[in-house]
């Protein structure tokens, strides 16, 4: 950490790196405003309200999608392992350093 601090301005530099954000936008829809050539009272009444209602914008970033694609391709490697082997050196030692009970 040391070769971060400022020893001039005494400051300490540090790095963040972000893994997974999530942002939500909200968009209220508003019905459009008459056109200058069309009378007052004339607007199309239906047409108002097709436009009522919001939009959602939803951005999911994820900067660790290739460590969970790796994990669950090691996770599914490890599934189809039959047999393991093992070796155990010095296994006579075995009985002197964990005796009966």
Not at 30 to 39: A, F, M
């Amino acid at each position: 950490m040391k070769d971060q601090i400022n020893r001039q301005d005494d400051t300490l530099t540090v790095g963040v790196e972000v893994l997974e954000a999530v942002r939500e936008i909200e968009h209220i829809i508003q019905p459009p405003v008459p056109l200058e050539d069309v009378k007052p009272g004339e607007e199309n009444q239906q047409d108002s309200k097709a436009l009522e209602g919001s939009i959602l914008f939803h951005r999911h970033v994820n900067n660790r999608m290739l460590d969970q694609v790796n994990h669950s391709a090691d996770m599914m490697k490890s599934r189809m392992i039959r047999r393991v082997e093992w070796k155990v050196e010095q296994a006579s030692m075995l009985r002197r350093c964990f005796p009966i009970g």
